[in-house]
């Protein structure tokens, strides 16, 4: 059933109208989003940043194109980055199928020496008929798989929800919008004003009714979608960190691949650990990226020195973007979503985050990191990262240094 028009966008905000199931890994994600698309009737809307046709990307394509052969409206996003132009065999399938694709600011001649080209999506959201939301890390990407490393021994370790409730709507609003005005850029730069300003009118007008939650998913939960785009919602994943880790009383665990946090951020975690929170940080173990691995380094001490505890996953690459707060206390607070800790995702990209004010959830998300850190983390001792090789300390710098220069070209302070 077609969702019908709605005078007035459902707020962002949080309500207690929500069932949230955390999904960890490909293993639990992938299955609960075939399932999902595979019951659509209406339409399926889908953004991500890594769209990779290798494994398990495989079967979320296909589930795609039985959807939208089965006459189900399917719009898919893909970043032109991260995922870039898609497979010429997969795009024919795709198009062949009904499936409508669209890339996200192409790369041009001059790729990423055009500031602007900086600003992606790395949002990973599904809704499905208007009525489930997949929010999180998690790219089209197999977990034994990665395009620059091959073959992984171990699992990506990595985290996505599937929600029901009023939040939805905003997810579909949000997505829609884009959509449209993607459409409008398209149909002007090949000289199609009247599409262009059609689609522009779509975009202004994408509201949704709000619709019901899912009984079979669990007891209603206190849930909100938090956005971070480069217009009205610059800030909001940053303060809602930030509101979170300065309300903390017992205890803050943050599970984040790039962890480069500005000095506001840094702050609350220091101020945290000072007043006897205890914190821990669950980060990248991995060589990844030179500019990621080594850039965050230099934050470090001021955390150790803090009393902050830090440990490096290490069996596999760590991509998560989670974190959970006062799991058992009287405010229990946690996020899984799309958002590092670093400048590109604070200040640059679109980024989507569901935060949840549940014991149960919160509860079951700390164990799962509790679990990381004691069996798969090494705790960074603070005297050998204060004696690291003068070496490493170079690279530490000249990655930081690289970073805030390339901040500093796309006008950014951080």
């Known amino acids: 059933m077609r969702r019908k028009p709605f005078v007035q966008a459902p707020g962002t905000g949080p309500a207690d109208d929500h069932q949230v199931r955390l999904l960890q890994g490909a293993e639990e994600f992938f299955p609960a989003l075939t399932e999902a698309m595979d019951a659509a009737m209406a339409d399926i809307q889908f953004e991500t940043?890594?769209?990779?046709?290798?494994?398990?990307?495989?079967?979320v394509a296909q589930a795609l194109m039985r959807a939208a052969a089965r006459g189900v409206r399917t719009h898919l996003v893909v970043d032109g980055v991260g995922t870039g132009a898609l497979p010429k065999a997969w795009a024919d399938q795709l198009q062949a199928a009904g499936v409508l694709c669209s890339v996200y600011s192409p790369l041009g001649p001059l790729g990423l020496l055009l500031p602007h080209r900086?600003?992606?999506?790395?949002?990973?959201?599904?809704?499905?008929?208007?009525?489930?939301?997949?929010?999180?890390?998690?790219?089209?990407?197999d977990d034994?798989?990665?395009?620059?490393?091959?073959?992984?021994?171990?699992?990506?370790?990595?985290?996505?929800?599937?929600?029901?409730?009023?939040?939805?709507?905003?997810?579909?609003?949000?997505?829609?919008?884009?959509?449209?005005?993607?459409?409008?850029v398209r149909d002007a730069r090949q000289r199609r004003l009247p599409e262009a300003l059609q689609a522009l009118r779509a975009a202004s007008a994408a509201r949704h009714a709000e619709q019901g939650g899912d009984p079979g998913a669990g007891p209603p939960v206190r849930a909100t979608l938090v956005l971070r785009d480069n217009v009205r919602n610059r800030s909001r994943i940053e303060k809602a960190y930030r509101r979170a880790i300065g309300a903390?009383?017992?205890?803050?665990?943050?599970?984040?691949?790039?962890?480069?946090?500005?000095?506001?951020?840094?702050?609350?975690?220091?101020?945290?650990?000072?007043?006897?929170?205890?914190?821990?940080?669950?980060?990248?173990?991995?060589?990844?990226?030179?500019?990621?691995?080594?850039?965050?380094?230099?934050?470090?001490?001021?955390?150790?020195?803090?009393?902050v505890e830090i440990y490096e996953y290490a069996p596999s690459f760590l991509h998560a973007k989670v974190a959970v707060i006062d799991a058992q206390?009287?405010?229990?607070?946690?996020?899984?979503?799309?958002?590092?800790?670093?400048?590109?995702?604070?200040?640059?990209?679109?980024?989507?985050?569901?935060?949840?004010?549940?014991?149960?959830f919160a509860i079951d998300l700390r164990q799962r990191l509790v679990h990381a850190m004691q069996h798969a983390g090494?705790?960074?001792?603070?005297?050998?990262?204060?004696?690291?090789?003068?070496?490493?300390?170079?690279?530490?710098?000249?990655?930081?240094?690289?970073?805030?220069?390339?901040?500093?070209?796309?006008?950014k302070r951080y």
């Open 144 to 184: 034994f798989h990665d395009p620059n490393h091959g073959t992984l021994e171990a699992p990506r370790f990595d985290f996505a929800v599937r929600a029901t409730g009023s939040l939805v709507a905003s997810a579909s609003d949000t997505m829609d919008q884009l959509w449209w005005r993607m459409q409008a």
């Open 49 to 59: 940043y890594i769209f990779d046709f290798t494994g398990a990307g495989a079967t």
């Open 248 to 307: 903390a009383r017992h205890e803050v665990i943050i599970a984040n691949a790039y962890f480069m946090p500005g000095g506001k951020l840094r702050r609350a975690l220091v101020m945290a650990a000072r007043r006897g929170v205890r914190v821990r940080l669950l980060l990248q173990g991995r060589y990844e990226y030179f500019m990621q691995y080594h850039a965050a380094r230099p934050v470090y001490g001021a955390l150790l020195e803090a009393g």
């Open 118 to 141: 900086w600003r992606r999506l790395h949002r990973k959201l599904c809704v499905v008929d208007g009525r489930v939301l997949f929010c999180g890390g998690i790219n089209v990407l």
């Open 329 to 360: 206390g009287d405010r229990p607070w946690a996020t899984v979503g799309s958002s590092n800790l670093d400048p590109l995702s604070l200040l640059l990209a679109r980024e989507a985050n569901v935060v949840v004010e549940d014991a149960a």
């Open 378 to 411: 090494r705790r960074m001792d603070p005297a050998r990262y204060a004696g690291r090789p003068l070496r490493q300390r170079v690279l530490d710098r000249v990655a930081f240094g690289l970073m805030r220069l390339a901040l500093w070209v796309t006008g």
